[in-house]
């Protein structure tokens, strides 16, 4: 199958020749035609599946048929950096197609505000929001979403994390009945079934998500003491080859942290977290896509949607809580099939939450003796540790080692 198959208005395919796309993911070959009927859809799929041109391609076809007077989509997202992306990747598809764009996210100064607010009441054809500034705007009761044709929720699960399940409620009070709703996410737990039979109608369901990393990503693990993880992450990256690698920690103080621990080295690092200022952190972000910065600290809110070419390596300081969140952290090396490698450093208190992410990906990785100049490690015995970490039994359906049953 190739995209000549969807039949796309000529422009659109001109844009997608450009960017280099000949074949559609499974998420393309199956999403895009439902969406091309009109047909509410809910599709489980994680970043990386090229789930984000599979809704919006057909969206595009769609408009490019409209007489484009009106706001006539809109994508809720958990982050501004996927809002950016987003935001980028329609410059791309649509460089022929006249089709406009715009990114509403908070911070910012005011003339950003009146940016947003001018461009939501000129209706530009597709507005790419996180929610909270978007019902900030909506607030003003100058934007007019009347005309709304197609609502898409990217990201979903990771928006009801981050507490946004009321905020979406309302967003969606102001939008016309009458409309397409495709509902994108990496989990279905139940709030995600409750959003969904609330908002969806009658919608067509896809699953791709298999929660298994790249084949291109070698992973690997060190069981360590939390005093030994600074040497060791010295050892690695003076000895291990990498050109662009990003190293993350479960929370933001520990990001800063290692932040600080780098200002003392020879090694440029740059802090990636929510406390920095927007122009800081789009400074930050793109002397990293360009290579000017090889390494990047973050939390997992990096580990989401952040779409940058050629990162070779990813540390993991600590297991990530959610083992999810494992796969996307790993998922940062060997995108579009490049090789990569990927390390976990894992703490005594940690081995319960590893071993739940080898249930979830279906392998047990390997534990690398540590260098001699490190010392001995902890053992690692997580099977012993199960009472120390009940947060994993039963909760999050992960007992047994088998992924649970929405995800296969
Ligand atoms: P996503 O899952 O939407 O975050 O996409 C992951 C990456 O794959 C992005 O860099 C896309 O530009 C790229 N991508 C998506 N679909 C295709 C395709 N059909 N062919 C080549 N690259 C693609």
């Not at 998420?27 to 599946?49: E, F, K």
């Not at 069981?223 to 479960?250: M, R």
């Not at 290692?258 to 793109?286: C, G, T, W, Y």
């Amino acid at each position: 199958m190739t995209f000549a198959d969807f039949h796309f208005e000529p422009k659109l395919q001109d844009g997608l020749d450009s960017m280099g796309f000949t074949k559609p993911t499974p998420i393309q070959q199956q999403a895009i035609p439902v969406i091309l009927q009109g047909n509410d859809l809910i599709a489980c799929a994680q970043t990386g599946t090229g789930k984000t041109a599979a809704y919006l391609l057909p969206i595009m076809h769609r408009i490019m048929h409209t007489d484009h007077r009106h706001l006539n989509t809109l994508v809720i997202v958990p982050t501004r950096e996927l809002a950016q992306q987003i935001d980028q990747q329609i410059e791309g598809f649509g460089y022929f197609t006249g089709v406009s764009s715009i990114p509403v996210y908070g911070g910012g100064d005011g003339a950003t505000w009146d940016q947003q607010r001018k461009a939501l009441e000129q209706g530009a054809d597709i507005v790419i929001a996180t929610p909270g500034r978007l019902i900030a705007l909506l607030a003003g009761d100058t934007v007019n979403l009347r005309h709304l044709k197609h609502l898409v929720l990217d990201e979903a699960d990771r928006m009801l994390d981050m507490g946004f399940f009321d905020d979406i409620v309302r967003i969606i009070s102001y939008l016309p009945k009458e409309r397409q709703t495709l509902l994108f996410s990496a989990t279905m737990p139940p709030k995600i079934r409750q959003l969904a039979n609330k908002i969806l109608s009658n919608p067509a369901e896809i699953n791709i998500a298999i929660a298994k990393p790249a084949a291109g990503i070698r992973q690997e693990a060190f069981v360590v003491y939390d005093s030994q993880k600074e040497a060791l992450l010295k050892h690695i990256l003076t000895t291990y080859p990498w050109k662009s690698a990003i190293l993350f920690a479960s929370r933001k103080e520990t990001v800063k942290k290692l932040d600080v621990l780098f200002r003392k080295s020879n090694i440029e690092a740059k802090a990636f977290h929510s406390d920095l200022e927007q122009p800081e952190r789009e400074e930050i972000m793109r002397a990293f896509k360009n290579k000017q910065l090889r390494l990047l600290i973050g939390t997992d809110v990096l580990s989401r949607g952040i779409d940058v070419e050629g990162i070779s390596m990813v540390i993991n300081w600590d297991v990530p809580p959610d083992p999810e969140d494992y796969v996307h952290r790993i998922g940062r090396t060997a995108r579009a099939e490049t090789t990569g490698t990927a390390i976990t450093f894992i703490n005594e208190a940690d081995q319960r939450k590893f071993f739940s992410i080898e249930s979830l990906i279906g392998d047990t990785l390997p534990k690398l003796p540590l260098p001699e100049a490190v010392g001995a490690g902890p053992e690692y015995t997580p099977e012993a540790k199960r009472k120390d970490n009940t947060r994993f039994n039963g909760k999050r359906n992960f007992s047994k080692g088998k992924p649970s049953a929405h995800r296969r």
